[in-house]
T-cell receptor, first 112, second 115 residues
Framework: GEDVEQSLFLSVREGDSSVINCTYT??????LYWYKQEPGAGLQLLTY?????DMKQDQRLTVLLNKKDKHLSLRIADTQTGDSAIYFC????????????FGRGTSLIVHP | SQTIHQWPATLVQPVGSPLSLECTVE??????LYWYRQAAGRGLQLLFY??????ISSEVPQNLSASRPQDRQFILSSKKLLLSDSGFYLC??????????????FGSGTRLTVV
């Protein structure tokens, strides 16, 4: 079945860039998402990218998609302590069962 | 604009008691609805999803059930809670249409502790 993998932890210094990586196995994935979860809260959609795109930028966030390698990354520029959270990568397929597949989440820790 | 409401936010229930968690969506029609459980290990486990009124698909056989009595209402239930039912329960919705999909929107979650 489909699988989404991401590293569990990332630690960065405030002001540096953070890069969170994700790999997926379903070659028919049409939509790829990044979610942020703060402690005790639900998941918040940060951004999404269609599979026919290579890159998407939204303020401090840059998403890169390498469809050939099935690799997705989220870059956060000028990382702040408020960016500390768990970041989930997810994918879904158009015309499928409408069920998204989530990674286990990467815990981003930002040090002052 | 669309909103999703999930309640209660926290719940402490004794073993063997019933459970009812409710989720409602506003500002859209015929959404796909989902119930997830997030254990302490962080991963999201899909419990149920629904593509229409009265249509429920179960992903994991367990002590829980779901119902969709109205288009924008999704209920998670149990007749007798087990200790292992403790966790963080999340409801989500999305829509698929001609323009594709723009993400899954989550509720704020219910922290259930079974004692």
């Amino acid at each position: 079945g489909e699988d989404v993998e991401q590293s569990l932890f990332l630690s960065v210094r405030e002001g540096d860039s953070s890069v969170i990586n994700c790999t997926y196995t379903d070659s028919s994935s049409t939509y790829l998402y990044w979610y942020k979860q703060e402690p005790g809260a639900g998941l918040q959609l940060l951004t999404y990218i269609f599979s026919n795109m290579d890159m998407k930028q939204d303020q401090r966030l840059t998403v890169l998609l390498n469809k050939k390698d099935k690799h997705l990354s989220l870059r956060i520029a000028d990382t702040q302590t408020g960016d500390s959270a768990i970041y989930f990568c997810a994918e879904s397929t158009s015309g499928g069962s409408y069920i998204p597949t989530f990674g286990r989440g990467t815990s981003l820790i930002v040090h002052p | 604009s669309q909103t999703i409401h999930q309640w209660p936010a926290t719940l402490v229930q004794p073993v063997g008691s019933p459970l009812s968690l409710e989720c409602t969506v506003e500002g859209t029609s015929n959404p796909n609805l989902y119930w997830y459980r997030q254990a302490a290990g962080r991963g999201l486990q899909l419990l149920f999803y629904s593509v229409g009124i009265g249509q429920i698909s179960s992903e994991v056989p367990q002590n829980l059930s779901a119902s969709r009595p109205q288009d924008r209402q999704f209920i998670l239930s149990s007749k007798k809670l087990l200790l292992s039912d403790s966790g963080f329960y999340l409801c989500a919705w999305t829509k698929w249409g001609g323009a594709g999909n723009y993400g899954y929107t989550f509720g704020s979650g219910t922290r259930l502790t079974v004692v």
